[in-house]
Nanobody, 115 residues
Framework: QVQLQESGPGLVKPSQTLSLTCTVS??????????WSWVRQPPGKGLEWMGA???????FYSPSLKSRTSISRGTSENQFSLQLSSVTPEDTAVYYC???????WGQGTQVTVSS
């Protein structure tokens, strides 16, 4: 059974960089043929796909976030990470890591941007 778990700070100050890690069990990031994604949901809004990383390290980003987003595989085959720079309060959201095929999601982690 594939499981995903997000981890990282729950509070980030404006202008700083948000950093999250997704730890995957039951699958390998470096061999799975499906992409590994980050998705967020701001309060009162819908889900927003942020980007993804493929098993060979190729990355794909939402055009609206591309200038501030970096997704990468970790040093181990079961982790990938998200960095979002120059955050503002509008980046406050629940952040999820996910693999859409077949359909695995982490439980989500709340990140609040506030001074």
């Amino acid at each position: 059974q594939v499981q995903l778990q997000e981890s990282g700070p729950g509070l980030v100050k404006p202008s700083q960089t948000l950093s999250l890690t997704c730890t995957v069990s039951g699958a390998s990031i470096t061999t799975s043929r499906y992409y590994w994604s980050w998705v967020r949901q701001p309060p009162g809004k819908g889900l927003e796909w942020m980007g993804a990383v493929a098993r060979d390290g190729r990355t794909f980003y939402s055009p609206s976030l591309k200038s501030r987003t970096s997704i990468s595989r970790g040093t181990s085959e079961n982790q990938f990470s998200l960095q979002l720079s120059s955050v503002t309060p509008e980046d406050t959201a629940v952040y999820y890591c996910a693999q859409f095929q077949p359909n695995y999601w982490g439980q989500g982690t709340q990140v609040t941007v506030s001074s």
